[in-house]
């Protein structure tokens, strides 16, 4: 049986470390006053964020993220979105793969939600 892939969530705004691997900033909206240099990311995809109006009505209310999480899995069956994260289990494959975002609440974000389904 194949080991689970190496799958961590990280700030964008916290600096690189060496265990990092593959860097994948996982956010729709670039993070406010982060040059690209600064963030030092080996892709952004956006593709697989969660949609505009599942992230506005979340807000990152701890209260809600199990909801919030039903929701984006659902989400993220949409072709456009389910290829996205295809791609990142294929990045993650054989390597460390961080997921980065720009909220402040990490463990409540997307980026955990898809660490959770690309470790399995």
Do not use: N
Not at 56 to 75: I, N, S, V
């Amino acid at each position: 049986m194949p080991s689970a892939a190496e799958v961590q969530v990280r700030r964008v705004y916290d600096g690189t470390r060496d265990d990092d691997g593959v860097r994948v900033l996982v956010d729709r909206m670039w993070p406010r006053g982060l040059t690209k240099a600064k963030a030092a990311l080996d892709e952004w995809c956006k593709d697989v964020s969660p949609s505009t109006e599942l992230r506005k009505w979340y807000g990152h209310d701890p209260a809600k993220f199990d909801e919030f999480a039903k929701r984006y899995k659902a989400e993220l069956k949409d072709p456009v979105r389910a290829q996205a994260l295809d791609h990142l289990r294929e990045l993650a494959k054989g390597q460390q793969l961080t997921l980065l975002t720009a909220t402040k609440a990490a463990d409540i974000s997307e980026a955990q939600v898809l660490a959770e389904l690309i470790g399995r």
